[in-house]
């Protein structure tokens, strides 16, 4: 089966990141594929880097903590296209690499949906998307062991949810992460799997996983007309829970993946991490934002528990560890948001 996948990667006020994880893909033994690059980055800089890079005259070096895998460094012109967001729908483009500016940064499911909304209207029906994490590295069989695996599911995956484990890309031999769960009365996530030995043939189907983790993430075409876009509510984190959840209301669920190919830096795309202000507080407080409107959404019946749990943990890291403003800004958002 010659299944055409789609690679989705955001980019943001940064090209390191994105061209090691190029240098990664175009190694791939898979060769049906094609990579949608989104740039929500404040300015061109980054992305006219990204551009040289697909025409083989980019001159500063890629480094790596995995040379394995990265090298050797790929010095010839990518077949490639840049377009607008604006621009984008207007026709279909075969080019290996598009790269798409955003016309504005809506968050990480908003700038996926850029990429989602030009397969929606161009992709077949059988066709794959691949939403990755720029800050990763996959093996050069990932692409190729991720299609053949969701190949044996046969045609009905539209109501499947795919993931893969991620694998800690300083400390290559550990699993960062396998899947999440969803603690609905706290209102708390967990990671499943963390610091597991790579090498040990572990089945990641045998853990209860809520939800994929959004660094790589499997779609089919079929599941965007089932399903629908990712929710941009939230503009960072929590997307794939949502997905998740609206895929349970049609009776689909959660696939986990054995493809340990996935090296992920962690924390590396995230779109505060070049913010003037502390990203810590915009972090913090952005995530007790999007708990409370996850519950409110999915959860109605564990409002009440959800808002004085955190109002405790607020309390008591106020106590331990200070940053008393954030704090108090925290349960405010609380005490402000609707049951």
């Not at 940064?14 to 060769?31: A, F, N, P, R, W």
Request: hydrophobic share 40%; proline share 1%.
């Amino acid at each position: 089966m010659n299944t055409k996948l789609y690679i989705l990667l955001i980019n943001y006020n940064s090209h390191l990141d994105t061209l090691e994880c190029l240098e990664s893909i175009i190694k791939q033994t898979y060769t049906n594929y094609q990579v949608i690059i989104i740039d929500n980055s404040n300015t061109n800089s980054y992305l006219d880097q990204i551009e040289l890079w697909c025409q083989g005259v980019y001159g500063e070096a890629i480094t790596t903590e995995l040379p394995d895998i990265v090298h050797p460094i790929h010095a010839k012109k990518v077949d490639y296209h840049r377009v607008s967001e604006s621009a984008l729908y207007k026709e279909a483009y075969n080019q290996r690499v598009v790269l798409v500016k955003a016309d504005k940064n809506n968050g990480f499911a908003g700038a996926n949906n850029v990429g989602l909304k030009y397969i929606q209207k161009f992709g077949e029906k059988s066709d794959l998307v691949w939403v990755l994490n720029n800050d990763t590295v996959i093996k050069k069989n990932a692409a190729e062991l991720i299609v053949n695996k969701i190949d044996t599911y046969g045609v009905t995956v539209d109501n499947l949810l795919f993931g893969t484990p991620l694998i800690e890309y300083y400390l290559p031999n550990k699993i960062q992460v396998i899947g999440g769960k969803y603690n609905k009365l706290l209102g708390v996530t967990s990671d499943v799997g963390g610091g597991l030995d790579k090498n040990q043939n572990i089945d990641a189907k045998q853990f209860k996983i809520d939800y994929p983790i959004g660094a790589s993430m499997i779609v089919s075409k079929g599941f965007l007309e089932s399903v629908g876009l990712m929710c941009e509510d939230y503009f960072l984190y929590f997307e794939e829970l949502d997905w998740a959840q609206r895929l349970k209301k049609i009776e689909g669920k959660v696939e986990m993946l054995n493809v340990y190919g996935v090296y992920h830096k962690q924390g590396g795309s995230t779109l505060a991490k070049s913010r003037k202000y502390d990203k810590t507080e915009f972090i913090e407080l952005l995530l007790i934002k999007n708990r409370l409107k996850i519950t409110r959404k999915f959860y109605k019946n564990y409002i009440l528990s959800v808002k004085c749990f955190w109002i405790v943990v607020f309390l008591v890291k106020a106590i331990l560890y200070g940053g008393v403003k954030t704090k108090i800004k925290a349960m405010k958002i609380i005490f402000r948001a609707k049951a």
